[in-house]
C-alpha cells in the first residue's frame, strides 16, 4: 500500500486483480481455441461425409425420412407447436448442412431426387 497525495494506493492488490483478470483471459481464450477445433473438425468430418455420395444418401435418408417429417404440422390446435417443435432440430440440421457446403447438398438433393425417379419408375 503507498499513500501519495491523500490518495491510498493498494499495489499489491491491484497486480493480484491484474493477474486474475489475465489467468481468466488466457482460460477463456484456451477455451475459445478449443471450441473453435471442435467446430472445425465437426465441418471437416460432415464434408467429408457429404464429399462421398453414399454419405450423401445415407444423410438423405436419415434427414429427410425422419418420420417426424413426413407429418403436417398445421393442425389448427396445440399439437402445431408439439411438431413443430420436434422438426426443430431436422431442421437445424438442414441449414447447418446447407452452410457447410451448398453445392454439395444442392448435389445430395439432387442425387435423391434422380432416385426417386428411378423408383417410381420401376
Same mark, same amino acid.
Given at each position: 500500500?503507498?499513500?501519495?497525495?491523500?490518495?491510498? *494506493?493498494?499495489?499489491?492488490?491491484e497486480e493480484i %486483480?491484474? #493477474?486474475?483478470?489475465?489467468g481468466k483471459k #488466457?482460460?477463456?481464450?484456451?477455451?475459445?481455441?478449443?471450441?473453435?477445433?471442435?467446430?472445425?473438425?465437426?465441418?471437416?468430418?460432415?464434408?467429408?461425409?457429404?464429399?462421398?455420395?453414399?454419405?450423401?444418401? %445415407?444423410? %438423405?435418408?436419415?434427414?429427410?425420412?425422419?418420420?417426424?417429417?413426413?407429418?403436417?404440422? +398445421?393442425?389448427?390446435?396445440?399439437?402445431? +407447436? +408439439?411438431?413443430?417443435?420436434?422438426?426443430?432440430?431436422?431442421? #437445424?440440421?438442414?441449414?447447418?448442412?446447407?452452410?457447410? #457446403?451448398? *453445392?454439395?447438398?444442392?448435389?445430395?438433393?439432387?442425387?435423391?431426387?434422380?432416385?426417386?425417379?428411378?423408383?417410381?419408375?420401376?
Open positions: 500500500m503507498t499513500i501519495s497525495g491523500g490518495e491510498i *494506493k493498494f499495489d499489491v492488490l %486483480w491484474e #493477474d486474475t483478470i489475465d #488466457d482460460k477463456l481464450a484456451i477455451m475459445e481455441k478449443k471450441r473453435r477445433s471442435r467446430i472445425i473438425k465437426q465441418e471437416k468430418y460432415t464434408r467429408k461425409i457429404m464429399s462421398e455420395q453414399g454419405g450423401r444418401e %445415407w444423410l %438423405w435418408e436419415f434427414v429427410m425420412n425422419a418420420p417426424i417429417m413426413n407429418l403436417n404440422p +398445421y393442425t389448427g390446435n396445440a399439437t402445431t +407447436y +408439439y411438431i413443430l417443435g420436434e422438426q426443430r432440430p431436422t431442421r #437445424d440440421l438442414i441449414t447447418y448442412l446447407k452452410q457447410i #457446403d451448398l *453445392k454439395l447438398y444442392h448435389l445430395m438433393e439432387k442425387e435423391a431426387q434422380e432416385r426417386k425417379n428411378r423408383e417410381e419408375n420401376e
